[in-house]
């Protein structure tokens, strides 16, 4: 099946430790983007990438890191430098072509414990 | 800096009621807005997709307008179910950006 995967479903992390969340697509597209959700509040975006080697800062990149070593893949690594990790994050994909539709994988909950 | 606003925030409707979801955003200036469904610890499913130059678009009991001269679109639900419970969210994807940007969504509860 074509998709988007995102794992693991549920990531805990403790205080001062940087984590890793995957995100992989076999939809043969181009574009690709982080999320976060918290609760009340719209979806933010944290990176996106249009091809691969290159990706661009979101509204709040701070305390994230990403690569896009892969057309497929685009994992988020958050840092210790990012002070309310806690909360549901999610990866999407798209043609590069700006009118074209949004697919999103099934999201991660971080827990910072 | 372009706003986008869901109203209402929730809505608890009987089953079989034909309901309507509200989408507006300050700047015309879009490339297309989509419609998603989220459930409960769970990502996006898009629903419905609206070009710039299209009015309207249809998918089963759903069906999506745009008037993007007004800045507004909405999602009508025919014969809500117990099964369309979620939380509804609208995003539109604005000329000289690469992505799209949020509603905070509609919370949907359709009960028997």
């Known amino acids: 099946d074509g998709g988007i995967t995102q794992s693991p479903k549920y990531l805990f992390r403790k205080e001062g430790q940087n984590v890793t969340l995957s995100c992989e697509q076999n939809?043969?597209?181009?574009?690709m983007y982080w999320y976060r959700q918290d609760p009340g509040q719209g979806l933010r975006l944290i990176y996106y990438?249009?091809?691969?080697?290159?990706?661009q800062k979101g509204d709040i990149a701070e305390g994230y890191s990403v690569s896009r070593e892969k057309k497929e893949s685009f994992p988020l690594t958050v840092t210790s430098a990012q002070k309310n990790p806690t909360a549901f994050y999610l990866c999407?994909?798209?043609?590069?072509?700006?009118?074209?539709?949004?697919?999103f994988g099934q999201g991660t909950r971080l827990t910072v414990v | 800096k372009q706003e986008v606003t869901q109203i209402p925030a929730a809505l608890s409707v009987p089953e079989g009621e034909n309901l309507v979801l509200n989408c507006s955003f300050t700047?015309?200036?879009?490339?297309?807005l989509q419609w998603f469904r989220q459930d409960p610890g769970k990502g996006l499913t898009s629903l419905l997709l609206?070009?710039?130059?299209?009015r309207e678009q249809t998918s089963g009991r759903l069906n999506a307008s745009l008037d993007k001269s007004s800045g507004r679109s909405t999602l009508y639900i025919a014969a809500s179910q117990p099964g369309d419970s979620a939380t509804y969210l609208c995003?539109?994807?604005?000329?000289?950006?690469?992505?799209?940007?949020f509603g905070t969504g509609t919370r949907l509860q359709v009960f028997p």
């Open positions: 999407a994909s798209s043609m590069a072509q700006v009118n074209t539709e949004a697919f």
């Open positions: 939809l043969n597209h181009d574009a």
């Open positions: 990438s249009q091809i691969v080697n290159d990706f």
């Open positions: 700047d015309s200036a879009i490339y297309n």
């Open positions: 609206i070009q710039s130059s299209q």
């Open positions: 995003a539109v994807y604005r000329h000289n950006t690469d992505k799209l940007i």
